[in-house]
Every structure is written in C-alpha cells, then in structure tokens.
C-alpha cells in the first residue's frame, strides 16, 4: 500500500477521536531553520491542546505518509533536503522514494483519502497578478476535496480578488471565522467581502457536517485573520510584495519556486515582520483546527 497512516492516526479515527491532517511543505519550503522547527513543534501542541491528533503528512521511503513521528519529521526541517510535492507529483515522488514535502492541494487529497476532515495551513496558494498569471493547483485540489481547511487566506503574494473570484467559479464555500471580509495571510483583511460567516468551532463543525452529509464534493475554507498584534500594515504589505515580485521577475524564478522565492523575499522586504505573522498564524490555525475537529467528534458521538 502506497499510502500509510500512523498508528496514533488511525486508532483515533476508527475510535471517532478528532485528527487534524497537516502539510509539511511550509516546514520544508516556506521556512527556514531554525522557524520550521518551532513551527513545527507550536502547531503538534496546538492541536494536542485541543484535545485533537496531528498528522503531519509527506511522502517519504516510497510511500504516501499520513501522521510522522518526531525523527521523521525532523527530515524535513533541513534546508533543501524534501522536494516539494503537490497532488500532481505525488506518483512520482513515491515512484521515485523521494523525500517529499507535501503542499496544501497533496496534503488534503490524504487526508480525504484515509477519512480526515479537517486540515489547517497557513495560507492557501492563489491567483497571481499579471497578464498571465500562475495560479495554484491548490484551488481545484480544494474544488474537489470534500474537507474543511483553516487557513488565513490567500497568501499575501496573490491577488485577493482574484482568488476569491476562482473560488467562488470552482464551488469552494469561503467561510470567515468571527469575520465579515476575506483575511489576507499576514493582513487581517482585504477588500473582499465574505457572503458566509461562523463564530465558534462549534458552528464551523456543523457546518462541516452538513456539508460531508450533503455530498458536496468541495472544500470549505475556514478563514481566521492574523492576530492583530503582529498582523501587518495593508498598504505596505502590498508594497513588499510588489517589490518581492520585482525581485522574482528578475530573478527569472519560475513553477514551484514561486511561493519559497516569493515569502523570502516578503520576509526580507518586511525586516522579518511577515514571518512572526507567519509564525503566530499557523499556530492559531492549527488551534483553530483542533478546536472544530474535536467539536465535529463530539457532536459526531451525540449522535
């Protein structure tokens, strides 16, 4: 079998206990050393908090990974080691035995896979600005992957509009979490109203449920803005990205080197501010995500 999950993973799911599916490309590429590993070990206990089971995925000894151990996850936290693994590359990664760090569009289609319904990341890919701009395969993974996915929106790299706009034409139900517009990553908001809103995890899980009963072959995406302490100035965070754009069309960087390139050279632009953003949003995420997993059990068990 090419996908395999953990022993603490699988045991909660077949007992009905809450499991949180992760990704582990933002450990392998979008942070560096030492941040990825105290991202790491904030987002593990965020999760365990909340009374809900991490499963960090990856592609690792030819086969699809679903809930790592602290030794195999540590692989990853070594700069350049993993490649980057979306849905796409997943045959070949296993194919080849390849070290694979897994991103948002591979790391739902697992957890779906093995029967996890709710994932956390920090922002989702999305579309890019330009004349002809790349566009995430995040968004169609997310079209037909029937999860909830915390997240703190479109990264701050994307055209916010834009990528509300495709989301909206692939089916995907962008949700605000205590929030009326769109969060923007490492700004608490962008100029994009959101139709649907939820307050609790408690609201989000019944939303969830409804959802998986219906049959609704999309996913939701749970949107928690940046805690305003360390979020960032709209304006200049539009700014620094302009420039970290700059800097990538001169550098001729092009396909999954994109978003690596572009955060560190956001995180550069920002004198290191978007990375402690990027740092307190992923733990509150992955929080967030315990939270309405464990709701989801709870009201799974009433039943």
């Not at 809900?52 to 080691?81: I, K, M, N």
């Amino acid at each position: 079998m090419t996908v395999l999950v953990a022993d603490d993973v699988a045991e909660a799911l077949v007992a009905g206990r809450p499991v949180v599916a992760l990704e582990t490309s933002v450990i392998g590429q979008g942070l560096p050393d030492p941040e990825n590993r105290a991202c790491a070990a904030s987002m593990t206990d965020a999760i365990a908090a909340a009374g809900a089971v991490p499963a960090w995925t990856a592609v690792l000894d030819g086969a699809v990974r679903v809930g790592l151990e602290e030794p195999e996850l540590a692989r990853f936290f070594e700069p350049g080691a993993a490649v980057k693994v979306a849905r796409r590359d997943l045959a070949d990664a296993v194919a080849r035995g390849a070290l694979g760090a897994t991103t948002v569009s591979a790391t739902i289609w697992a957890a779906h896979r093995v029967g996890i319904a709710v994932a956390a990341t920090g922002g989702i890919g999305g579309v890019h600005r330009g004349a002809r701009p790349d566009v995430s395969a995040d968004l169609l993974e997310l079209a037909r992957t029937p999860v909830l996915l915390v997240c703190g929106g479109p990264k701050s790299i994307v055209d916010p509009a834009a990528t509300a706009e495709r989301l909206e034409e692939l089916g995907v139900a962008v949700v605000g979490y205590g929030v009326d517009r769109l969060p923007f990553f490492l700004a608490r908001e962008a100029d994009v109203a959101l139709e649907h809103r939820v307050d609790r995890p408690e609201e989000a899980a019944a939303l969830l449920r409804a959802h998986l009963e219906l049959g609704v072959e999309a996913a939701i995406l749970l949107c928690n803005a940046v805690d305003a302490a360390e979020a960032l100035d709209p304006d200049n965070l539009l700014r620094a990205a302009a420039a970290a754009e700059d800097r990538l069309a001169a550098a001729g960087v092009t396909g999954k080197a994109v978003t690596p390139f572009l955060l560190a050279a956001l995180a550069e632009e920002t004198g290191g501010r978007s990375l402690r953003a990027n740092l307190a949003l992923l733990e509150d995420n992955a929080r967030l995500a315990g939270a309405v997993a464990a709701a989801l059990s709870a009201a799974t068990s009433e039943r």
